[in-house]
């Protein structure tokens, strides 16, 4: 039941990590966003850094962010940059060059250190470099405008609900309207 884990882990990040953060529901979408944005680039290696940099630029919560920098990790890189890939080459009128962009998965996929792997990963992206830009600009810059608005909303209703939920005053034990007793004020 992996998909439960799955999906357990993501609710309690969702709950804790996004809607319970001590910020504005502004900055908390924002830094949402921009995680979002930056996941969708083909910046593998710098995305945390690019996330937080951008976040400090636009003063969006930091925190919220980087971890969806993970997305775009060696299992998701291919699937999310060749449909990017695609997405460029049709704005710019290009046919999709299927062998160019199979070099850059390999490369993604390819064994050996960190440093290696990212050499291997810039050198074949050279070959699609501005279609891979644009499409990924153009699904990272409409997945963060939905994300925020989404996570905004999301924080506002989530921060309304538990207020009304968990912040009631006590049950009445007496009318609110007449002086409580002494022994009432004991108890």
């Known amino acids: 039941m992996p998909h439960r884990y799955v999906t357990r882990r993501l609710k309690q990040f969702f709950i804790y990590r996004v809607l319970h953060v001590d910020d504005t529901p502004h900055r908390i979408a924002l830094g949402f966003a921009i995680g ?10 710098f995305q945390m850094l690019l996330t937080v940099a ?17 997305i775009s990790n060696p299992v998701t890189i291919p699937g999310i940059f060749s449909f990017n ?16 962009f199979s070099q850059f998965a390999q490369a993604a996929m390819s064994a050996g250190g960190w440093i290696e792997r ?17 499409g990924s600009v153009t699904i990272g810059l409409g997945l963060a405008a939905i994300s925020y608005f989404a996570i905004r909303y999301a924080v506002v209703r ?23 007793t002494e022994k009432e004020e004991d108890s």
């Open 36 to 45: 979002i944005f930056i996941s969708w680039t083909p910046t593998v290696g």
């Open 54 to 70: 951008m976040a400090a630029l636009l003063r969006a919560n930091k925190v919220v962010g980087v971890p969806l920098a993970w």
């Open 85 to 100: 890939y695609g997405i460029g080459a049709m704005l710019l009128g290009l046919p999709y060059n299927f062998e160019e």
């Open 118 to 134: 990212l050499h291997a990963l810039w050198q074949a992206m050279m070959s699609i470099f501005w279609p891979l830009w644009l």
């Open 158 to 180: 989530y921060r309304r609900w538990h207020l009304e939920h968990h912040h009631k005053a006590p049950h009445k034990t007496h009318d609110v309207r007449q002086p409580a």
